[in-house]
């Protein structure tokens, strides 16, 4: 992808006439638990605020110091965020993966490393530049055990200078890093970057071609991960209790959660939780408690990972039958069993849809982004509710964990709906009322809540055979008739769930389906695809399970229809073989990739290249 | 309902209810089960303490015992949950409301096998509620099969001897946190009936730990769960009387052979002394008594523990008086203002 044209045996000292602005991707290498993260933030969050759309993913090791991280920026002046395979600046820190990560680089790219690695040898097609890093921040870290977190600021510096980085905003993104209260602490890293950028300034000649120019592409936006996001939402959705296990990649919801509940939600009068968040001892426990809480009213949610989604299937399988809500976030890793638990993966689609014993669906949402995250997370809470179900909004470690630019979040614009549940005075007007009676023909009872202040309030939920009155039955046309009431309650969501994003190239022979974080590298491809291989594709992103018309229509209007996996049994085309009519069936494909790295656009590219023929 | 007396007016309780509405559907357990036994004093003791049935919410997992909650409280809200997970379910409710008077009821396979976990964070986080344990060390439901709580001995129906020692629910509540743990037996209906009443006035988390014969399973010979084996081993550790906050008591307390506890909601237990000197604020030498009763192939009877004191779980969380599952949008969902602040500070 490098738009320089060098000889494998040509050293490349002379500067480059071909620069490469705003498009490019750094790659920084570092061992965890050396404080790179708040080095790598900092980078991203310059280059941010110089205006160009930017994005950063942290492919990090399941451990807690010692091991290899990458950390990929990517500067994309078409705005293009997902994933670029390609890598076009390495700063090469961690000594264990440095030959290899030099050796896997295209010819032309820049190499930062840390001097005594003594990469240069490696390679004479790429651009190199030393830093002794040890030297460096000696002198302005004393204190010899902070030096090591200190330490890789200095390529901030560095990078800065041969990138064109701005200084001013870099000192402005590190200070709000560290906030104010760490004046200290961002005073002593200013200086590690400050010293990178001089040693570069009189040392470096500039040689490579990559570097940065302000835009105006990023004004107003904000910066935030998908986890974030989906707990903002939880909070203006009204969530009530919150019960969780911590698991990878999932925690750092509720964790953000947390801090923001203790902020926000607390009675100004008397300082009281209006809500109740209980760290579980299980997946088990979580999940029952969620289902409690909803049984007794409240808006409750957990959140989890595959594992979760594993253990918790039982008590999935009692809240379909019995019908109460709650709202389960399933950020997804790789699997099966333990997996790459710091990979992501769309790999829980049809063990979600499908979960538990007997005939079960389950309605899932599918959010793109920390904007999708936000709004689709308050929908399923009044979603949830509505139709008296679990309901699960699907992201990925890709989404929940890395950093995402985005617009700044909407105020929800409708009120909370509670769906259909009857007070006393309800109970006095009507006199008493039948749990699982199907009375507005979409499949929804009406429920009561315990507490309800009338002897006619109360009803018995169980998960074994129950007819209308929720009475036990063992009657085979009572318990055919609950199962048909509650598929067409599934057919009922079909009309309420979030539309798809529907893109008809006019003359597109071919289309792709995906879901989720996927859209970044299929948006990119389209592009790919018409540019370079003059092939138009439609395109059409699912925001949620099931599925609706949308879908019918769009592949009936193509010859073939890409359906895009990041798994690697297809599951998203699976579950569309469970639902469509076999005639159409006919005209899918599937593209999967899963070896645990956000989706990129060539992979996808190269894919529909090759099953085209072209 | 009450609304509409018959003549001659019928009894009533002191809010003026019948006791029909204390009832459930007709059990469809085996005739001579002590769980019906059980049943039964739950009936009695919410109709004669007067309590609003749809206060209460029952809660219960899987098995025989787990049936029951039909079988009383018809005007209460339950929840018949999985297997063992009781505990969760009633966790999520309670949070959701903490108004409502929890009442769970469950087994020896579904609290000391497969649910011992969701039971001890039970246990430890001292969640306000009830819960009995109908324990006939068997599975009955399933026809036969040993449970945890089956005696080191003890034979099933077959003949097959238990070789494993017997999980003590009381001993796990006494150690782990619970602030009102008693054991009863179900053919003991005075006994039975204060411990039920003291720990609805409990605030706090209630373990009763009723050994409750299976008729079908295990009421035999080399059984130590059966009716005979009780009658002979059962080791009653005082006589205990209930006296409602409602209820003036001017009765003269006999120095030295009567102490009280007062609950939180100002009824009295009152705990007359057999032949043992007991001290039920004494977690030690209650778990100290289970121990020595093991050893002496007793089965000890009475309340072992109760302490009014510790926070319960909901206090712990800051909760507001009133349910926050109910509260209005304006106090669950922040202003429009707190999100634009989120949003700059994410600039």
Redesign the interface.
């Known amino acids: 992808m490098s738009t320089l044209e060098v000889s494998p045996s040509e050293p490349l000292t002379h500067p480059s006439d071909h620069p490469v602005v705003n498009d490019f991707s750094i790659q920084i290498a570092t061992v965890n638990g050396s404080g790179s993260q708040t080095a790598n933030t900092v980078l991203m969050r310059s280059i941010f605020q110089m205006g160009i759309p930017v994005s950063g993913k942290n492919m990090f090791p399941s451990n807690i110091a010692g091991l290899p991280t990458w950390f990929t920026i990517r500067a994309s002046k078409h705005g293009y965020i997902g994933r670029r395979k390609e890598i076009d600046f390495l700063v090469a820190m961690n000594p264990e993966t440095a030959r290899e990560d030099v050796m896997k680089l295209d010819s032309g790219a820049t190499v930062v490393y840390d001097e005594p690695l003594k990469l240069s040898e490696l390679r004479s097609d790429l651009h190199f530049y030393p830093v002794p890093f040890d030297k460096l921040v000696a002198p302005v870290c004393p204190e010899a055990k902070l030096r090591k977190l200190v330490r890789n600021m200095i390529y901030d510096g560095v990078v800065a200078w041969l990138l064109s980085i701005d200084m001013d905003e870099l000192r402005k993104a590190l200070v709000k890093q560290f906030g104010k209260r760490k004046a200290k602490a961002a005073d002593l890293n200013w200086g590690a970057a400050r010293a990178g950028f001089d040693f570069a300034a009189r040392t470096f000649t500039k040689n490579d071609p990559y570097r940065v120019e302000r835009m105006n592409q990023t004004a107003?936006?904000?910066?935030?991960d998908g986890n974030a996001a989906c707990a903002?939402g939880a909070?203006?959705?009204?969530?009530?209790?919150v019960?969780w296990y911590p698991i990878t990649p999932s925690s750092s919801l509720v964790e953000t959660l947390i801090g923001?509940m203790k902020r926000?939600?607390h009675?100004p009068e008397?300082?009281?939780?209006?809500?109740?968040i209980?760290q579980?001892?299980?997946e088990?426990?979580?999940?029952?408690?969620?289902?409690?809480?909803?049984?007794?009213?409240?808006?409750?949610m957990t959140a989890t990972a595959g594992p979760g989604i594993s253990l918790m299937s039982?008590?999935i399988g009692?809240g379909y039958y019995a019908e109460i809500p709650a709202v389960v976030f399933d950020v997804e890793r790789v699997g099966p069993s333990t997996g790459l638990p710091t990979r992501t993966q769309q790999g829980d689609l049809l063990s979600v849809a499908l979960c538990s014993h007997g005939d079960t669906r389950h309605p899932m949402y599918f959010p793109c982004s920390p904007e999708e995250c936000f709004s689709m997370t308050i929908d399923a809470f009044d979603f949830a509710e509505q139709f008296q179900t679990p309901t699960f909004v699907m992201t990925d470690l890709d989404l929940g964990m890395n950093n995402w630019m985005a617009d700044?979040?909407a105020?929800?614009d409708q009120?909370?709906r509670r769906g259909k549940v009857l007070s006393a005075e309800d109970l006095s007007k009507l006199g008493g009322f039948a749990r699982y009676k199907d009375v507005d023909g979409d499949g929804v009872g009406y429920r009561?809540?315990?507490?309800?202040?009338?002897?006619a309030?109360?009803?018995?939920?169980?998960?074994?055979g129950h007819n209308e009155k929720a009475?036990?039955t063992e009657r085979e046309d009572d318990y055919i008739f609950n199962m048909d009431r509650l598929a067409h309650k599934f057919e009922c969501m079909r009309q309420r769930v979030p539309e798809p994003v529907v893109n008809i190239v006019p003359g597109a022979r071919i289309g792709f389906v995906a879901i989720g974080t996927s859209d970044y590298a299929v948006r990119e491809s389209c592009d790919q695809l018409r540019n370079e291989y003059q092939i138009d594709a439609s395109y059409l992103r699912l925001k949620a399970y099931p599925f609706t018309e949308h879908l019918v229509d769009f592949i009936r209007h193509h010859d073939r229809v890409y359906v895009v996996d990041q798994n690697r049994d297809a599951q998203l085309l699976g579950l569309m073989r469970l639902e469509l009519d076999p005639g159409l069936l006919a005209k899918l494909r599937s593209l999967r990739y899963y070896g645990g790295l956000p989706l990129d656009a060539r992979t996808v590219t190269d894919e529909v290249v090759k099953q085209e023929g072209k | 309902?009450s609304t509409t007396p018959a003549v001659p007016p019928k009894k009533v309780n002191r809010i003026g209810l019948e006791v029909l509405?204390y009832k459930g559907?007709r059990t469809t357990l085996c005739a001579g089960c002590g769980h019906n036994s059980i049943s039964e004093r739950i009936v009695e003791c919410f109709y004669e303490l007067g309590i609003?049935?749809?206060?209460v919410?029952k809660f219960s997992g899987i098995g025989c015992s787990s049936k029951s909650?039909?079988y009383f409280l018809?005007?209460?809200?339950?929840?018949?949950?999985?297997h063992g997970?009781m505990?969760?379910?009633?966790?999520?409710?309670?949070?959701?409301?903490r108004?409502?008077l929890g009442l769970g009821v469950t087994g020896d396979g579904d609290t000391a096998s497969i649910g011992i976990?969701?039971f001890m964070?039970l246990v430890r986080r001292n969640l306000p509620m009830i819960y009995i344990i109908e324990n006939n060390g068997v599975y009955g439901l399933t026809k036969g099969q040993f449970s945890a709580t089956a005696d080191l001995g003890s034979t099933l129906k077959t003949g097959m001897p238990n070789d494993l020692p017997p999980f003590d629910c009381c001993a796990l509540g006494l150690k782990w946190g619970a602030t009102f743990v008693a054991r009863s037996f179900s053919g003991d209906k005075r006994q039975l009936q204060a411990i039920l009443k003291t720990a609805i006035s409990h605030q706090g988390l209630s373990i009763i730990d009723v050994i409750s014969p299976c008729v079908t399973f295990n009421d035999h010979e080399g059984s130590t769960k059966s009716y005979s084996y009780m009658k002979e081993h059962e080791e009653v550790l005082h006589e205990l009387d209930y006296v409602p906050y409602y209820e003036d008591i001017s009765v003269e307390i006999p120095e030295g052979t009567v102490t009280e506890v007062q609950m939180h909601d100002g009824s009295r237990l009152r705990i007359r002394k057999l032949d043992r000197d007991f001290d039920p604020t004494d977690r030690l030498a209650a778990l100290g008594a289970l121990e020595e009763a093991e050893k002496k192939g007793e089965v000890l009877t009475g309340v072992l523990y109760v302490n009014t004191r510790k926070p319960t779980f909901l206090e712990l969380?800051?909760?507001?008086e009133e349910?926050?599952?109910?509260?209005p949008?304006s106090?669950?969902?922040?202003s429009?203002s707190?999100?634009e602040q989120?949003?700059e500070e994410?600039?």
Not at chain 1, 457 to 464: C, E, H, M, Q
Not at chain 2, 317 to 320: A, C, E, M, S
């Open positions: 107003g936006k904000i910066i935030i903002l909070m203006f959705a009204g969530v009530t209790v019960t923001y926000f939600r009675d008397n300082g009281k939780s209006t809500y109740a209980v579980a001892e299980d088990l426990a979580s999940i029952g408690m969620a289902l409690g809480a909803g049984w007794a009213g409240a808006r409750s039982e008590f009692l700044p979040f105020y929800p009120p909370i009561t809540l315990p507490g309800t202040d009338h002897p309030a109360s009803y018995f939920t169980r998960g074994s009475q036990y | 309902m509405p559907s609003q049935p749809w206060t919410a909650p039909a018809g005007l209460s809200h339950g929840f018949n949950g999985v997970r505990p969760a379910i009633a966790t999520g409710a309670m949070l959701a409301n108004n409502l976990g969701q964070h969380l800051n909760l507001p349910a926050i599952a109910t509260l949008e106090r669950v969902r922040p429009k707190v999100l989120v949003m994410l600039r």
